[in-house]
């Protein structure tokens, strides 16, 4: 099988510079492959050109008139930027002529054009990003990490039942433990929100751990944690700057004095693992949950190496048939947690009949409220 994927050429802090030799490594190294290279035509011609691909019959160049800055509001890149390399990127992967979309673009807007193009699944009513953070078992789930900086308890609970779909569909965990971060695992710490956030978890049928702190993240305390965006992309952003310090610290160290750079090569391969387990490149590309098509999001400032990681982390998701398999979880185990309690226009807790779903998919040109970050 084919796998076909669309990039957003022009998104991010670099553009084709980046995008461009990132797609052209990746097809070169998995035959299978096939991609779509959005944007502007010089710009990228141009850097196929360097990369000595412009006759690459697996990569064909998508045209797009329009470009969305990392600093464009939502409402610009929805309703003003209709032929955007973002958009047309999208509009492959709606059309059936793609089967994913990566991007590097501001988040917000991503979101937003993502869930208007897309459409969300039936039941959820704000699209989440989930990412595999590195933890001494192995991974972390954690969602949201900046699509929705402010949530109501529904929206969190809408999240862990993303994160559970996701979670048993790709580990094949039938019941993953879920975790609320808090600033404290006691019932009564943390803002309204976050207790009842709580309250829902505990009375729905996912496998609630109860409420963890940032460290068990690391500590692989739960297999999901559940947070807001705004919360999330900190922790997120935190994590990556606190593994460049300390690479940066041991590498200084180890280059101090002839002693130390002798010790340096003694060690080397047990730095080397260590660069690998914690280089924010190699995890690079986040999922985005609940919309009806399959969307990484790439970190804005990624280099060609990160944003190849990227790329494959939706040719991986391809292969193992992500989409319909988180559909299908979520058919299976999220209705029951919607009948306990879903939020209604007010964000305040209502009961939902089993059979019908809490929210349904968004309508045309609405954004939401809360999609105005950006990475």
Not at 154 to 170: D, K, P, R, T
Not at 202 to 218: H, Q
Not at 255 to 273: I, Q
Request: aromatic share 4%.
């Amino acid at each position: 099988m084919t796998v076909k994927i669309t990039i957003d050429c022009m998104g991010g802090d670099h553009g084709p510079a980046v995008t461009v030799p990132a797609a052209v490594s990746f097809v070169r190294s998995h035959p299978d492959a096939h991609l779509m290279l959005v944007g502007l035509e010089q710009p990228i011609r141009a850097q196929l050109k360097k990369s000595k691909a412009l006759d690459e019959p697996r990569l064909t160049v998508v045209p797009a008139s329009e470009v969305v800055a990392m600093d464009d509001p939502v409402e610009v890149a929805l309703r003003k930027k209709k032929d955007s390399s973002m958009r047309v990127a999208l509009n492959l992967v709606k059309d059936g002529e793609a089967q994913t979309c990566i991007s590097a673009g501001n988040t917000g807007a991503l979101m937003a054009v993502s869930r208007y193009v897309l459409k969300t699944l039936a039941g959820i009513e704000r699209p989440a990003i989930a990412f595999a953070m590195p933890s001494q078992k192995g991974y972390t789930t954690v969602l949201d990490l900046g699509a929705n900086v402010d949530c109501e308890p529904g929206h969190l609970l809408q999240f862990a039942e993303m994160g559970h779909a996701l979670v048993a569909a790709i580990e094949g965990r039938e019941r993953p433990t879920i975790g609320l971060l808090n600033i404290g695992e006691e019932v009564i710490k943390g803002n309204e929100t976050i207790k009842r956030a709580g309250e829902l978890l505990r009375a729905s049928t996912l496998n609630f751990y109860g409420n963890v702190e940032g460290n068990d993240i690391y500590k692989g305390t739960t297999d999901v944690v559940v947070c807001d965006g705004f919360v999330g992309n900190v922790a997120l952003k935190t994590s990556e700057g606190l593994a460049k310090m300390l690479a940066d610290i041991i590498k200084e160290e180890f280059s101090r004095n002839f002693a130390s750079k002798l010790m340096a090569l003694v060690a080397l391969p047990v730095l080397k693992r260590f660069k690998k387990r914690v280089d924010p490149a190699q995890y690079n590309g986040a999922a985005l949950l609940g919309l009806r098509g399959l969307v990484i999001k790439s970190h804005g400032s990624a280099e060609a190496f990160g944003f190849e990681w990227a790329i494959k982390r939706g040719y991986d998701a391809v292969k193992n048939g992500v989409l319909e398999r988180l559909v299908r979880a979520m058919e299976e185990n999220a209705p029951a947690a919607r009948a306990t309690e879903a939020p209604d226009a007010s964000g305040i807790a209502a009961q939902q009949p089993a059979s019908q779903p809490a929210v349904q998919p968004n309508p045309p040109d609405q954004p939401g409220t809360a999609l105005h970050s950006k990475a």
